[in-house]
């Protein structure tokens, strides 16, 4: 049997090349005053000689363990969260995140919950990202605690001073969902939302109620559970649409989901009484039926952008933050728009909602639909998505 030959140290590099360990130690850090002829021999000896030094050792030096960690974001369940990667976004955000520490020649540890200071003293990182921070997080608050550089993804909306942060600009997006919604002939527009302090869902909410103030009305909004349970979804999508308005944005896609399985069993159609779009883009959004419109929150660059502030944070320089991440709107059937033309001659059925409408409940239903075959249909209105976003 062949024995492994014992792992070269610094000193068999040192008497190798004929120098001390302290220049060999300097040589292969980069550091101290050494001439250029012997810089080469020692970097030569040690690649020869197969040295490479130890990580350990390396990082009680310098401080720097080339690992940082990642915090997804935890639900009622503070026990679990390895279920938010089901969900397309933070799965994409994750792999992301991995691709660009790599680049940097950094690995990236996902961390599991943090109950108490501890469950983050156990890991050796130069720093961290955590996603979704509630009001002074308390897992932000470990880090600090620690002396660790922590940046988040989403801001803290009780530190309004705090540069340290990435987020998708869902004013803009939502107020660019608006658009497109009353672009496409919505009158009574609502908004289904969490009833959890994120920046994603207070900021869209903010930017809802002034934009149904500025145009006279009063905002509809419904707040459900954070629990994410089919149950709260029914009943947040039914304390809406009891609310009759013609067109709903969603934020969250189990929401959505939520609320065109209650439309189908009033008998609401999908555009055809009630437009609807969420605030994310996914794979269920997609395959819907209808395919939802929605909005791309670019977890690509959110995870690149990330991973360069914190290690800025980490390399004490400026922050040059916070940084907002422009967002897309991607339309589809959910939000199209009826088109004039089919409707010449046509006396259409009024909808949920609309003007002078009444809502029509399961009996009312069948004849809307027989006042809706006589329609081709809607046409995809041109909403007013941010350009060059992938």
């Known amino acids: ?46 690649e020869r000689l197969g040295y490479r030094p130890n990580s350990n050792a390396k990082s009680l030096r310098s401080g720097r363990t080339d690992t940082i960690a ?3 974001p935890v639900g009622v369940d503070t026990t679990n969260s390895h279920h938010i990667l089901a969900v397309d976004f933070y799965l994409s955000l994750t792999v992301n995140c991995v691709e660009a520490a790599f680049d940097r020649d950094q690995a990236l540890l996902q961390l599991p919950p943090l109950r108490e200071i501890g469950d983050l003293r156990r890991f050796s990182i130069d ?62 527009v609502a908004m289904l939302s969490v009833d959890i302090e994120w920046s994603w869902f207070t900021d869209a909410e903010r ?43 969603a934020p969250p896609q189990w929401l959505a989901t939520g609320l065109l399985r209650a439309a189908r069993e009033r008998g609401v159609r999908v555009p055809g009484d009630l437009l609807v779009a969420v605030g994310v883009d996914s794979h269920l959004a997609r395959t819907s039926e209808p395919p939802l419109t929605a909005v791309d929150l670019d977890p690509a660059r959110t995870a690149r952008e990330a991973v360069d502030l914190l290690a800025r944070r980490i390399e004490n320089r400026d922050p040059e933050g916070p940084r907002l991440i422009p967002a897309g709107l991607r339309p589809r059937a959910s939000t199209r728009s009826q088109d ?9 059925a009024p909808a949920p909602g609309r003007k002078g409408a009444t809502a029509p409940g399961k009996e009312g239903a069948s004849a809307l639909d027989r006042e809706d075959a006589a329609a081709p249909g809607r046409e995809a209105a041109a909403g007013p998505g941010k350009e060059g976003v992938s």
């Open 1 to 46: 049997m062949k024995t492994s030959r014992p792992r070269p140290r610094i000193r068999d590099v040192a008497e190798a090349a004929g120098v001390s360990e302290t220049t060999v130690s300097h040589v292969l850090n980069n550091k101290g005053r050494v001439d250029a002829a012997t810089r080469a021999r020692v970097a030569e000896v040690a």
């Open 70 to 72: 990642l915090l997804l």
């Open 127 to 188: 720093g961290g990202i955590v996603v979704d921070p509630v009001p002074r997080d308390p897992r932000v608050a470990m880090f600090h605690r620690l002396n660790l550089p922590v940046v988040t993804i989403g801001r803290d909306i009780a530190s309004p001073r705090d540069p340290w942060w990435v987020a998708a600009d869902s004013v803009a997006s939502t107020t660019a969902v608006l658009d497109h919604l009353a672009a496409a002939g919505a009158e009574r």
């Open 207 to 249: 930017a809802y109620a002034e934009w149904t103030r500025a145009r006279g009305g009063d905002p509809l909004l419904v707040l459900a559970k954070p629990d994410k349970l089919p149950a709260s979804a029914a009943e947040a999508a039914d304390a809406l649409l009891d609310l009759r308005p013609d067109a709903v944005y």
């Open 340 to 348: 004039p033309a089919s409707t010449a001659g046509h006396k259409a």
